[in-house]
């Protein structure tokens, strides 16, 4: 009897400590009454399509982020089967640096070059997967364009940190694995992958003893070494060339005609005249939105940044360039709504801070501090900068779409998700003029109000069926009765 009770106590003292997953949270209330959601463009009265700009986070290994997103479409809201998604092509950043015959980018890591060859940089061009389906009770068709930018930071990451730990922590098999496995170069299955370590020279690092515990060196062989390296790699040299090569793949999702062709069809990337409508602006001919993972939503937005001319820039550059431009301010200017799942915005700015304007200088003087030196630079587009072009992009195409018509304009719409125990995002303030949305989740159980899953509170925002309702909840019925 006394072992008996003391299991009761034990089960009842074990269930008491486990926290029930919250509903969503809001910085103020009501905030969610006047959300519009995806269902609603869904719904859309001409049934244009609809495209998901999927970018992915910190940390990937492999194609496939977005699985995660579209599974729970269909598992969670029940609005499709799994096999209703058709995989409609893939696509590869071909043109400009990332042409097949063009020698890597002569950047060097620690006196090393980061590519050998031309070989190993084909190897690392990114790449976007163009998901298609037509949810249950929603006319227009929806798009996924997956955009993998990982491939770029693998050389990197796998000969000159992975590689490395071995003698320190301890080497990752998984990471091992993954980073000497080659492959054909075509993204089947889990990905892309290169042999950038050799198999022997794995299965040697892999032998070495570890000198770390087990918890700590998981914890660095993932969150450290393959995913706050990103972070660093996407605020210096490498970024320009990260920027670039979304900018190519946003390109070919502007083009990119899921009614064109049929699902994985020879041409159909190439179908749908983006240009035209660009000029034309007489209708909403597409609708994007936005969904960026962690560190996706800094580099989504870095794709409005746009590089003056270069001395010697050939023509064939400069007109690539310019279309790139235009493919991504077509799609900003079909955007509205645009979900952050984790957010690094507050904390990469710290590496892009912004001049003070002369005021500010004035009145720093007036306190009696020393003005601040000139300094002879041309800073980055700064997030700011970014969201306001965003921001008079949409309000431009709006008041074209309804000239006389303002409560018929579509207002921007950013929404921030954080799970609090999520330790690599932040609350996201307000950009510029445009206001941002933190909603609070819980991704995962929590356990005695002491732990909750890292790995879970930061992955899965796309499997919290609490963030999908809020998504894609039919709302444009409630406006249209609102005062």
Same mark, same amino acid.
């Given at each position: 009897? &006394?072992?008996?009770?003391? #299991? $009761? ?29 995806? #269902? ?15 970018? &992915?986070? +910190? ?13 729970? +479409? ?6 499709? %089967?799994?096999? =209703? ?36 940089? @084909? ?6 997967? @163009? ?5 249950? @009770? @929603? ?23 992975? #590689? ?13 694995? %993954? ?15 290169? %042999? ?82 660009? &000029? ?22 870095? /794709? ?22 235009? !493919? ?35 009145? !720093? ?9 000139? +300094? ?45 125990? =999520?330790? +690599? /995002? ?40 609490? $963030? ?16």
């Amino acid at each position: 009897m &006394h072992r008996t009770v003391c #299991a $009761v106590l034990l089960l009842l003292g074990i269930s008491g400590g486990i926290e029930a997953k919250a509903k969503v949270g809001a910085d103020t209330p009501d905030t969610l009454q006047g959300l519009s959601s995806i #269902a609603d463009l869904l719904d859309s009265a001409d049934r244009h399509p609809v495209h998901i700009i999927y970018v &992915h986070g +910190i940390n990937e290994i492999g194609s496939g982020d977005s699985a995660q997103l579209r599974e729970s +479409i269909c598992t969670k809201l029940k609005l499709c %089967a799994l096999s =209703d998604w058709k995989n409609a092509g893939v696509e590869f950043a071909d043109k400009g640096e990332f042409s097949p015959t063009v020698e890597p980018p002569a950047l060097q890591y620690l006196g090393n070059p980061v590519w050998s060859d031309a070989d190993e940089w @084909h190897a690392s061009a990114p790449f976007v997967v @163009h998901w298609v389906i037509h949810l249950r @009770h @929603h006319p227009a068709v929806l798009v996924v364009d997956e955009l993998n930018w990982w491939p770029l930071a693998l050389a990197i990451k796998c000969r000159r940190i992975v #590689a490395a730990e071995a003698s320190v922590a301890g080497a990752s098999r998984p990471l091992l694995q %993954a980073c000497s496995e080659p492959s054909a170069q075509t993204p089947g299955g889990l990905g892309r992958f290169y %042999a950038w370590i050799s198999p022997e020279k794995a299965k040697e690092l892999a032998a070495i003893r570890p000198r770390s515990v087990l918890v700590n060196r998981n914890l660095k062989d993932r969150l450290v070494d393959f995913g706050l390296s990103d972070v660093l790699l996407a605020v210096g040299p490498m970024g320009g060339i990260l920027r670039d090569g979304l900018r190519q793949l946003m390109a070919k999702s502007a083009a990119f005609d899921p009614n064109g062709a049929a699902a994985g069809s020879a041409g159909a990337e190439e179908q749908y005249d983006w240009r035209g409508q660009l &000029h034309g602006k007489d209708a909403m001919d597409q609708e994007f939105v936005g969904v960026t993972h962690s560190l996706g939503s800094y580099l989504y937005f870095n /794709t409005l940044s746009v590089d003056p001319p270069t001395p010697g820039q050939s023509a064939a550059d400069a007109a690539r360039l310019a279309a790139e431009n235009d !493919a991504v301010k077509y799609i900003f200017e079909r955007t509205s709504q645009v979900y952050f799942f984790a957010n690094q915005l507050e904390l990469l700015e710290i590496t892009n801070l912004e001049n003070a304007p002369p005021a500010a200088l004035g009145a !720093a003087k007036s306190r009696g501090l020393a003005p601040a030196p000139d +300094i002879d630079t041309a800073p980055a587009a700064n997030v700011r900068a970014l969201v306001a072009r965003w921001q008079q992009l949409q309000a431009g195409f709006q008041a074209v779409l309804h000239p006389a018509d303002e409560p018929a304009r579509e207002k921007l719409q950013v929404v921030a998700w954080s799970d609090p125990s =999520d330790v +690599i /995002t932040w609350r996201v303030p307000r950009i510029g003029g445009v206001d941002v949305v933190n909603l609070y989740v819980q991704n995962a159980t929590r356990w005695f109000g002491l732990f909750e899953s890292p790995t879970a509170a930061h992955d899965n925002y796309s499997e919290n069926l609490d $963030v999908l309702r809020v998504m894609f909840r039919n709302t444009a019925h409630n406006h249209s009765h609102s005062p």
